[in-house]
C-alpha cells in the first residue's frame, strides 16, 4: 500500500525556484532513505537526490549547491528545493524509497510524477 504524491511542480524562467513536495504513506516514513528522481523526454531516469531518516544527504553532481533534499517526519513528507534552475533541469520529478531505481523488484510502484519545466 505504498503511494507516493508528487507536487509542487510547473514553469519557471532559468534561474528561478521551485520546491517540490512528496506525500508518502503506506510504509513506516521515518525509518527509510526517501529519493528523488527524475526523467527527462526520451531520457532514462536519473537520481537526483536522496535522505536518510537522520538528515543525510546526497546529491547527484549536476544538482549540488543548487537542490536541497529535507523531510518533515512528523507530515511524512519528503521536499526538494530547486534553486538556480536550468533548462536541463526540466523532466518529471519523482520521489521513491531508498534505492528504488536500483531495485524495482522490490519498490515496483512510482507515482505520476510533478511536471518541471525551466524556459525562458
Known amino acids: 500500500q505504498v503511494q507516493l504524491v508528487e507536487s509542487g511542480g510547473g514553469l519557471v524562467q532559468p534561474g528561478g525556484s521551485l520546491t517540490l513536495s512528496c506525500a508518502a504513506s503506506g510504509f513506516i516514513f521515518s525509518m527509510y532513505t526517501m529519493d528523488w528522481y527524475r526523467q527527462a523526454l526520451g531520457k532514462q531516469r536519473e537520481f537526483v537526490a536522496a535522505?536518510?531518516?537522520?538528515?543525510?544527504?546526497t546529491y547527484t553532481d549536476s544538482v549540488k549547491g543548487r537542490f536541497t533534499i529535507s523531510r518533515d517526519n512528523a507530515k511524512n513528507t519528503v521536499y526538494l528545493q530547486m534553486n538556480s534552475l536550468k533548462p536541463e533541469d526540466t523532466a518529471v520529478y519523482y520521489c521513491?524509497?531508498?534505492?528504488?531505481?536500483?531495485?524495482?523488484?522490490?519498490?515496483?510502484?512510482w507515482g505520476q510524477g510533478t511536471q518541471v519545466t525551466v524556459s525562458s
Open positions: 521513491n524509497l531508498g534505492g528504488a531505481l536500483l531495485h524495482p523488484e522490490v519498490y515496483p510502484y
Open positions: 535522505i536518510t531518516g537522520d538528515d543525510i544527504t
